[in-house]
């Protein structure tokens, strides 16, 4: 058996140190290190992943030189996510980061570059990619079953008051709001779900901020190549947590729905309306990390590319333009 992969944490907050105690707890991996500017995020990450205080720094550079690592983690701010993949790839390390791969499109664009000239596996955290549900849809869609005309999906929560005084509402840090943030899961999963590219977005948000930065409700109708149309709400200011996704085409609809952030099933419907399929499954983050470690085993694509998340960050950058302009804005996809 080979040696446990030696895995750095780079951010250490609530959300990073959840994703890294399932590293720590994974047989095939091991946290050797973690960076965090935060003093007590260091202390208190550190004695739930057994990592001892010399093996915790203050900042990215230091670990990565004077650690010997495999991978990394990354579950710092989205504006810091460009840098420290950059970093991690120079430093010749794998890559398992949070969504969103980053803020920007050209920075995104940038990292898909970098990633497609590297021999390292630079994965995205988006765990719809791993989830049978999420998988039929996608499957389908290959197999030429379903032929995507109109989506509609809808992703609802209470992250305005979630968040409020954290980095997430600071757009310096985030890049936005819930769009950026737990929205991004929506729109990843629509565009990898039908296989198609966007090509224009029109959207209606409401703002949290008189700069309009933080958006707490978003509504996009957006374009693809091919003519599939989607209608796509996020809501932040909701009491409860919803997901549903429907793709219709000639051949009848899938349908994604859960409540709560874990369960998730699909229901597939013939034209005729017969129901001749379901499956669910619980969202777990667990699957993308183990997911993480067979395809830096198995030297093999991730289930989750920086390619694939890179839409979700072209489509983000746009619908922002398309609120505050009220234009349909083309949606920049150049690599």
């Known amino acids: 058996m080979s040696d446990p992969l030696r895995i750095g944490i780079i951010g250490t907050g609530g959300w990073g140190t959840h994703i890294a105690t399932q590293f720590h707890e994974n047989p095939d ?25 010399d ?14 690592l495999d991978a990394v983690q990354i579950s710092s ?24 791969l ?25 765990q719809r990619h791993v989830h049978p549900a999420y ?10 079953e379903l032929e995507p005309k109109l989506v509609t999906a809808e992703l609802t929560q209470n992250w305005l008051e979630m968040v409020e005084g954290t980095w997430r509402v600071d757009p310096a840090l985030s890049g936005g709001g819930q769009l950026y943030d737990s929205g991004s899961h929506l729109l990843d999963a629509v565009v990898w779900l039908i296989d198609r590219e966007p090509t224009h977005v029109t959207a209606e948000m409401v703002f949290a901020d008189d700069a309009e930065r933080i958006d707490v409700q978003a509504a996009l109708t957006v374009q693809f190549d091919g ?16 997901e549903r996704i429907t793709v219709r085409g000639d051949e009848g609809r899938h349908v994604i729905s859960g409540e709560g952030w874990d369960h998730r ?5 013939d034209a005729d309306g017969t129901e001749r399929d379901s499956i669910a499954a619980d969202l777990s983050s667990y699957e993308k990390v183990d997911a993480f470690v067979r395809a830096v085993r198995n030297d093999e694509e991730p289930p989750a590319t920086a390619r694939n998340a890179f839409y979700a960050t072209a489509l983000t950058e746009a619908a922002y333009e398309a609120a505050r ?3 349909r804005v083309a949606v920049d996809t150049t690599f």
């Open 29 to 53: 991996t091991t946290v050797a290190a973690l960076t965090d500017i935060s003093d007590p995020n260091r202390t208190e990450a550190g004695e739930t992943l057994e990592v001892s205080p």
């Open 77 to 100: 701010p989205h504006a810091l996510h460009h840098d420290h993949i950059l970093a991690a790839l120079e430093a010749d390390l794998h890559v398992f980061c949070e969504k969103p």
């Open 227 to 242: 003519g599939a149309v989607a209608s796509i709400a996020v809501s932040g200011d909701s009491p409860d947590v919803t």
């Open 55 to 68: 093996h915790q720094y203050e900042d990215v550079e230091s670990m990565l030189t004077d650690e010997q």
């Open 135 to 144: 998988l039929e849809v996608r499957e389908a869609v290959e197999r030429g």
């Open 325 to 327: 302009t009220g234009e």
């Open 102 to 126: 980053t803020i920007g499109v050209g920075q995104a664009a940038e990292l898909v570059r970098e990633a497609d000239a590297s021999d390292r596996v630079l994965m995205v955290g988006y």
């Open 265 to 269: 099933e699909v229901a597939v419907t």
